[in-house]
């Protein structure tokens, strides 16, 4: 209910806001328009109509590239809208997406009714005859001369936008042989082989890109590669092979070649002799840590980063990064300060957990101190309200699936107890922060056993959905306990609407006002609904 | 105290670059005062901008920094690319704004943060002075369903006065694609921007190239000359030429041109004889004229083992010369037609000197044209310069002043574009880096075009005409003292008194000065304002009869008064009045 009636707000308030940009598109103010446009379809962007007369309000103002996301949105939100498949394809053309432009318009043609598919396969001959021309030229010109790197990578640029990505990447590798300090080459290469479907093939290129480039042409290939799932390869250069008999190059060179071809199985090889003969070699460790965290093998990198760090800035980052995972310790701390309407009080609950990482494959040790207190008035049945310190030592599963199983002994009010559980956190959508507005949904689910209330196992779900804006998520949270403790505290259901905050220093202000029924009355002295709005503040930290 | 200064080092700062008072904002980096570093280290290769995220904004110098916490007021307006942490940001404090970066800004001053002045400007600052005299390039087919008027409300606002339209598009006529030309004129004189015809000759049309396929370019490789999306004609042969010929004229006669640009009257490719695929022109008519010179082929000249570096010299002289003669061809073919201002758009090849050889394109040989016929010499700087900083500007122009008296004659053309080089921190000139290439061009020359205007980015916009002008701006009590070299807007709300006396060029928003020194007081509002003047002022008088305007424009003016009216003016320096009554001007 009161999650619909959230809906029934936003889209209002979209509404609102369209209403505007279509006023002001009327008088002609496009500016204005696109401004409120977007501001409506953050709020509402399942609007269709909205939508496309957003597209033709930017194409208005000149903005080409802009509306033809915006077709392309809509498209996407609606496959049969072969009009504005249409205009997407034409625009692509325009801004100068031509490969996009002949895939889009030759799907439309084999797709659409008439009169879209007639339409779209004139453009379809026209874009794909300009091409072949083109394409044609070139061969000529590259049978007479087969020198030059120019005419070879406009060649390449031609197929690649015919999506004939054999005749691209053989002319891409020809230029790139012709011109090997021109890096953007060996990252289109990578390009049309991964389109290709060659994934070790692109991944090689990118990580030559990546390892010999300048910034931008690295940076652009480092990001190629978080797409290009690759498979590591043994291989062998022949010409370093041919090098290595005659003894011309030392280990560290041979090793930065083979890790510049991203041939990384030579590479850690030559690394590792290279560290024979100098052990402090400090460009050695750097490489092999490198060629370690590209095989995948973070542990090992992890170690080698460490020997590194302290002459290498971009070692120092990279063991920072990995440390949380591979550290022989890692401390964390979370705390949960909350005030309850219902209970009348505050309540914090909290955790201080020093993790060690031996090695093993499946768990890790850890103490911990837990932290649970309240501010005085003691409304609220004793398993929520108390005020305890409580030391444990346990063990923590790794995270599978978002999965994660944890087991401890502790020691509370001089009694021995033992706990265990497995938890689950899931999140999808736009995540409090980020700068795109967007729907979120999020899940924590639990099961939870506890020796000290006569071992009872306590399940728990809790499920968060809405929108987020920047720092704001808004939206309705559902929480359903059960147990096989039939106490009323742990059996309840409640749904409401919730809203946070993200605050500097990475904490979050949260704040869920709901309605909630006990689904067991047992040792209730009240009403089994009830209302309660809760306040609280999440902070952890994991070094 | 000077709000803006036009010395040339400021062009190293930039946000003087931009037009605005630098001295009237903090500037705070790295850990200090509200700012505090957290332990979390972050490496720096790729910025994102909020003003325009899709930019890729790359730092040439990977930087390791802290993650910084900023103060709960901060305005971020970037953040690394990858962690998200906060490299650019700014707030208020007592009224004054705090630009914060979390690195210095580099040698250049637009390194790392090319989007600094328009930071500047979201934290309120404003230029004090603005220029009116830009010229863009335009080509319709990147604006195919854009609104005229608002195209041409945005370019005057971004102080440009004349655009430069694509005119092959219309060498063939058609009903449609002309109405929305003449459509596109009129909204552009409506908002006092002129139009000038841009010729790319040798290519003429796509309809010419596939209706005289006799008439092609050939290159050195024997192919026809289509050249990325050029197709060039041979206008050598005369009569392929002399058909050109009437199908300019026609053009020119069709619509309500203000100038024509002739542009790259030259060959092809900037990879020069190095690269026959892209050599022209290998057509038979110079085959012929060169062979009967010289004895030999020049095709033959390409052939694999026939190098003949003597000869190759030989023709690429000649080639030069070609060129050279068809520059005054067809400068004396577009003057055929009375009233149109004339620009003749030529690449550098004094300080890229390989060019003369690439292109054929000798600047020594064509700038004594100027001595027989008035024109704008349009410097375009080559591929081959545009990684080079904005310095190279001031640098150009003394070594074009050096082979001509006609200075006022030279103009640079910046081209606004994807640059092949490896250059940082943005493939396209943007922000900062956009704008001090303006202010230096625009100082060092009497015009600055800029190819093009689609290509200049939206963030731009609003600081463009404020980076070519070049005025200092010094407050007086309530008042303020002008000195500028040249004729310029000055920030000023309301109605004004320049030197004593009311003065009638004003918006509301901006007065109008001619160049020199002037003090600029508060006035009293007139019957008769000039809103806008596409014109250089020299001088104006009003009272409540009407306006009286002295102005001197090289082709058509235009004047857009407070009442409505929308005048041309003559080309030439003269006094024009009008009156306040809905008379016209005399």
């Known amino acids: ?543 | 105290m000077p709000l803006l200064t036009s010395a040339l080092w400021l062009a190293l700062d930039p946000l003087a670059a931009a037009g605005l008072p630098a001295g009237e904002i903090d500037r705070v980096t790295g850990a200090s005062g509200e700012v505090r570093a957290t332990r979390e280290r972050v490496t720096v290769r790729r910025i994102v901008d909020t003003r325009w995220p899709e930019a890729g904004i790359f730092w040439q110098k990977p930087v390791e920094i802290a993650r910084y916490e900023l103060p709960a007021d901060a305005r971020i307006f970037a953040r690394e690319r990858w962690t998200g942490a906060p490299v650019m940001a700014g707030w208020k404090r007592n009224g004054r704004p705090v630009l914060w970066t979390a690195t210095g800004w580099g040698e250049r001053g637009y390194d790392r943060y090319p989007y600094l002045p328009q930071a500047a400007f979201d934290l309120g600052l404003r230029p004090a002075a603005e220029a009116r005299d830009l010229w863009a390039f335009f080509d319709s087919s990147y604006r195919l369903r854009a609104d005229p008027d608002y195209l041409a409300q945005r370019w005057r606002a971004g102080g440009i006065a004349a655009i430069h339209v694509a005119a092959w598009h219309y060498d063939e006529p058609d009903a449609d694609r002309d109405e929305r030309l003449a459509s596109l004129i009129a909204a552009c004189h409506r908002n006092a921007v002129l139009v000038y015809a841009w010729l790319e000759l040798p290519h003429v049309s796509e309809e010419f190239w596939n209706l005289r396929p006799e008439c092609r370019e050939k290159t050195a490789l024997g192919a026809d000359a289509h050249l990325d999306w050029r197709r060039l004609i041979n206008l050598e042969n005369r009569a392929c030429a002399a058909e050109v010929e009437s199908r300019v004229e026609s053009l020119l006669e069709r619509f309500d041109w203000d100038g024509v640009n002739l542009a790259e009257l030259y060959f092809e490719s900037p990879e020069g004889p190095g690269n026959p695929a892209r050599f022209t022109p290998m057509s038979a008519d110079v085959r012929r004229e060169f062979g009967k010179s010289a004895g030999v082929d020049p095709i033959d000249l390409f052939a694999p083992g026939k190098a003949n570096a003597g000869l190759l010299r030989r023709f690429l002289d000649y080639r030069a010369k070609l060129a050279q003669r068809m520059q005054s061809h067809w400068l004396d073919v577009v003057a055929r037609r009375p009233g149109l201002d004339i620009a003749l758009t030529h690449v550098d090849d004094r300080f890229d000197r390989s060019m003369r050889d690439a292109l054929g394109a000798d600047a020594a040989a064509a700038l004594p044209l100027l001595d027989r016929r008035d024109f704008t010499f349009l410097i375009e700087d080559p591929a081959t310069v545009w990684h080079l900083g904005p310095q190279r500007y001031p640098e150009i122009a003394a070594r074009y002043r050096e082979l001509t008296p006609h200075h006022s004659r030279l103009g640079v053309d910046i081209n606004v574009v994807e640059r092949y080089q490896d250059v940082y921190p943005t493939k396209r000139q943007t922000g900062a880096e956009l704008f001090s290439l303006v202010h230096l061009a625009s100082q060092a020359f009497a015009r600055v075009a800029l190819y093009f205007e689609n290509s200049i980015l939206a963030p731009d916009w609003p600081l463009l005409a404020a980076s070519a002008a070049h005025a200092t701006v010094t407050r007086t009590g309530d008042g303020l003292r002008v000195e500028s070299a040249r004729d310029v807007c000055i920030r000023w709300d309301g109605a004004a008194k320049v030197n004593g006396a009311e003065w009638p060029l004003t918006d509301g928003r901006y007065v109008r000065l001619p160049a020199g020194t002037h003090t600029v007081e508060a006035g009293k509002r007139l019957p008769l304002r000039v809103i806008d003047l596409n014109a250089v002022p020299v001088g104006a008088a009003a009272d409540e009869s009407g306006v009286e305007i002295e102005y001197e424009s090289r082709g058509r003016g235009i004047v857009m008064l407070s009442d409505g009216r929308i005048e041309r003016l003559a080309a030439g320096r003269h006094k024009v009045y009008f009156a306040a009554a809905t008379t016209g001007g005399s």
């Open chain 1, 1 to 543: 209910m009161t999650w619909a009636v959230a809906v029934v707000l936003v889209l209002t308030e979209g509404q609102r806001t369209l209403d505007e940009a279509y006023a002001m598109r009327r008088e002609g103010r496009w500016e204005e328009a696109a401004g409120r446009f977007r501001r409506g379809l953050a709020l509402w962007p399942a609007h269709r109509n909205a939508r496309i007369d957003f597209a033709y309000t930017l194409l208005k103002t000149g903005e080409a590239a802009t509306a033809r996301d915006q077709f392309l949105e809509a498209a996407r939100r609606n496959p049969d809208d072969w009009q504005a498949r249409l205009e997407y394809a034409f625009l692509c053309h325009e801004t100068q997406r031509v490969a996009e432009a002949r895939r889009t318009f030759a799907e439309v043609r084999k797709e659409a009714p008439e009169p879209y598919r007639t339409t779209a396969s004139e453009a379809f001959d026209r874009v794909d005859g300009a091409l072949a021309e083109g394409i044609a030229r070139w061969q000529a010109a590259i049978a007479e001369r087969p020198d030059s790197d120019t005419v070879h990578e406009e060649l390449a640029q031609l197929a690649e936008a015919r999506d004939d990505w054999t005749l691209a990447a053989r002319h891409y590798g020809a230029a790139w042989a012709l011109k090997p300090e021109k890096k953007g080459l060996v990252l289109a290469l990578g390009r049309v082989r991964a389109a290709q479907g060659d994934r070790e093939g692109a991944r090689r290129a990118f990580v030559a890109a990546a390892r010999g480039g300048d910034t931008r042409t690295a940076e652009l290939a480092r990001e190629a590669l978080g797409r290009t799932p690759g498979t590591e390869e043994e291989a062998e250069i022949p010409a370093l092979a041919a090098r290595r008999q005659g003894g011309g190059l030392s280990a560290i060179d041979l090793a930065d070649r083979s890790y510049r071809l991203a041939y990384l199985a030579d590479a850690e090889k030559h690394y590792r002799s290279a560290l024979e003969s100098e052990p402090k070699s400090v460009d050695a460790r750097l490489g092999l840590a490198r060629t370690l965290n590209l095989l995948g093998r973070d542990a090992d990198a992890y170690y080698f980063f460490g020997l590194a760090k302290r002459e290498s800035p971009e070692a120092r980052a990279a063991w920072r990064r990995l440390r949380p995972e591979h550290a022989f310790w890692r401390p964390t701390v979370w705390a949960l300060p909350m005030y309850s309407t219902r209970w009348h009080g505050a309540f914090v609950y909290g955790q201080a957990k020093f993790e060690f990482n031996p090695g093993w494959k499946w768990v890790r040790p850890y103490v911990s101190l837990r932290f649970v207190g309240d501010s005085g008035r003691r409304n609220a049945p004793a398993p929520l309200s108390e005020r305890a310190l409580t030391p444990a030592i346990g063990v923590m599963t790794r995270t599978v699936a978002g999965v994660t199983g944890w087991f401890e002994f502790g020691s509370q009010a001089r009694k021995l107890d033992t706990r265990a559980g497995v938890f689950q956190t899931r999140n999808w959508g736009a995540a409090l922060g980020t700068e795109t507005p967007g729907a979120f949904f999020s899940t924590t689910n639990e099961a939870n056993y506890a020796q000290r209330f006569a071992n009872a196992l306590l399940l728990r779900t809790e499920n968060r959905a809405g929108w987020t804006l920047g720092r704001v998520q808004i939206g309705a949270v559902t929480i359903l306990g059960a147990s096989t403790l039939r106490d009323y505290w742990a059996n309840f259901a409640e749904a409401g609407p919730s809203v946070r905050f993200r605050l500097p220093f990475r904490v979050t202000l949260s704040a869920d006002a709901v309605r909630g029924r006990h689904l067991s009355t047992q040792n209730l002295a009240g009403r089994a609904s009830y209302y309660d709005l809760r306040i609280g503040i999440w902070y952890a930290l994991t070094y």
